[in-house]
T-cell receptor, first 116, second 113 residues
């Protein structure tokens, strides 16, 4: 079974630009979550999508947005990039059924975004 | 709200040493508990989990026991290898909650030959 795939692996952007990251979950997984990982702040939750609807949202500004398609693939977008957006962005999928609290997250290898 | 506290790293050990990484949690109900590991250049992957009090999760020589009385889920391994060098995250997830796990800040482990 293929794992979670994130593309691209690396991105270099300039302040003020926008960026779109892509995530393909494990087949059959309907929940996709996004996290930002930095040395200073650790792992921070951005948002979670389930069946094309945003079900949970972390404490990030509106420049960070996402969506999920009918095939469960997800994209996240960051507009007007700032230097502080440089981070590893991780996507995770899970089964997210009624007993989802027992279901672990399956992470991709992330997209390393550098903003200059 | 829920929270997870892990010991700060880095933890530096010699090969074959005994490992303990402490994790304590605060939750309003009865959470499931997880340890994830992140190897350099990779995403997190599940190492082990426990879903009720006194359960012991184990995998790849690592163990952790769900201790409700002390709200702890400490990770242990009897003999670490250089290949265990990674960052370890403790996490909890609660029934009836938001489906989003609460993660600790991670503990870096460095194992020297």
């Amino acid at each position: 079974k293929a794992g979670v795939t994130q593309t691209p692996r690396y991105l270099i952007k300039t302040r003020g630009q926008q960026v779109t990251l892509s995530c393909s979950p494990i087949s059959g997984h309907r929940s996709v979550s996004w996290y930002q990982q930095t040395p200073g702040q650790g792992l921070q939750f951005l948002f979670e999508y389930f069946s094309e609807t945003q079900r949970n949202k972390g404490n990030f500004p509106g420049r960070f947005s996402g969506r999920q398609f009918s095939n469960s693939r997800s994209e996240m977008n960051v507009s007007t990039l700032e230097l502080g957006d440089s981070a590893l962005y991780l996507c995770a999928s899970s089964l997210a059924g009624t007993s989802s609290y027992n279901s672990p997250l399956h992470f991709g290898n992330g997209t390393r975004l550098t903003v200059t | 709200g829920n929270s997870v506290t892990q010991m700060e790293g880095p933890v530096t050990l010699s090969e074959e040493a005994f490992l303990t990484i402490n994790c304590t949690y605060t939750a309003t109900g009865y959470p499931s508990l997880f340890w994830y590991v992140q190897y350099p250049g990779e995403g997190l992957q599940l190492l082990l989990k426990a879903t009720k009090a006194d359960d012991k999760g184990s995998n790849k020589g690592f163990e952790a026991t769900y201790r409700k009385e002390t709200t702890s889920f400490h990770l242990e391994k009897g003999s670490v290898q250089v290949s265990d060098s990674a960052v370890y995250f403790c996490a909890l997830s609660e029934a009836g909650g938001s489906y989003i796990p609460t993660f600790g800040r991670g503990t870096s482990l460095i194992v020297h030959p």
